[in-house]
């Protein structure tokens, strides 16, 4: 069974770049033209680095020309803060490799995509809350206090269904206010594998598409639409339910293939067939039940915790301890 052709079937999308890699090259049985992968290892964590290099390349694997660093950590799931800290600063070091900036005063906005009353989609709110913002200080204290600070503010701007307003709309009317130098949008993803929950972070220097992984199209925020460049960073917080199906359906046959009976029966199984088989066992909500671990809370609140630690250590140059007395 082809895996891309049945997700292509049911009209579902791979948000992370490592993921659609992954199965790209499982169905072709080798390298993908215009895409490049390279590896990086850590003691708690892995990384994974796809580079779209060109147009034919992004016309294979789906994702726009640009780099998506993935970053591979168990450590998210356990409440130990050693062990939080030093992902964060591999989180900051794999920032501040793509983040655009000329000068020390080049200034930032950071944008917390999703939905506070749902948790799987509140990582992005809850970076915010968790994130120094430093703009307002600037002409408010002492200027040695903002020395080694840059300009950073902090905006969740909500979903369509609170506000009336379409998330890039109110991000554009920002950016026309303030003129960032960069955005930074966080933003809960849809993953491909249910190991991916709690344990995949995701950087890409290509901007994001909101709730494009569970169905939802919405204005694109990047570089074209904003006019400035756009760092985005997504954390896989759901599966759809039908990949599950789909993974169970197709562990079963490569465990039947041994056994000449069912060999036949096993090629019946395309992708028309199984949207229908797993349609008719996820009714009514076929194509929007989206599957989350019990544990979500956990995991969003540790999440966000390391994604907020390492954009202060990425976005700053030098923190003056005196600075934490005017913050909030």
């Known amino acids: 069974m082809d895996r891309i052709e049945f997700y292509k079937h049911c009209g579902l999308n791979l948000d992370l770049a490592l993921e659609a890699h992954e199965a790209i090259r499982g169905t072709r049985g080798g390298e993908i033209p215009g895409v490049s992968l390279k590896d990086e290892s850590y003691d708690i964590a892995e990384v994974k680095i796809v580079e779209v290099l060109d147009q034919r390349g992004a016309s294979i694997i789906g994702k726009p020309p640009g780099k998506y660093i993935t970053i591979e950590s168990d450590v998210l799931r356990i409440n130990n803060k050693a062990y939080h800290q030093e992902l964060s600063q591999i989180l900051a070091d794999k920032l501040k490799e793509v983040l655009p900036f000329k000068t020390e005063n080049d200034s930032v906005l950071i944008v917390g995509l999703g939905n506070w009353n749902a948790t799987p989609d509140a990582l992005g709110p809850q970076v915010v809350e968790k994130t120094m913002a430093t703009r307002h200080l600037y002409g408010k204290v002492p200027q040695e206090l903002t020395n080694g600070l840059r300009s950073v503010s902090a905006i969740a701007p909500g979903v369509l269904g609170t506000t009336g307003i379409e998330t890039a709309e ?78 169970i359906i197709e562990n079963f046959v490569q465990q039947m293939k041994e056994r000449p009976p069912l060999t036949e029966l096993t090629k019946e199984l395309h992708p028309p067939m199984l949207k229908m088989i797993i349609d008719q066992v996820l009714q009514p909500y076929s194509n929007s039940l989206m599957v989350t671990p019990k544990e979500i809370d956990d995991l969003i609140e540790n999440t966000s915790k390391v994604i907020a630690m390492a954009l202060t250590e990425a976005l700053h140059p030098a923190m003056p301890e005196e600075v934490a007395n005017y913050i909030h």
Do not use: F, W, Y
Request: aromatic share 0%; hydrophobic share 45%.
């Open 170 to 247: 109110i991000i554009k009317g920002i950016v026309e206010k303030i003129n960032p130098s960069v955005i930074i949008a966080i933003d809960a993803l849809a993953a491909g594998d249910v190991r991916r929950i709690g344990a995949t972070i995701q950087i890409a220097d290509t901007g994001i598409n909101p709730g494009s992984g569970v169905g939802n199209k919405r204005s694109g925020i990047n570089e074209e639409t904003m006019g400035v460049p756009v760092i985005a960073i997504g954390v896989p917080t759901v599966v759809h339910a039908g990949i599950i199906a789909h993974g």
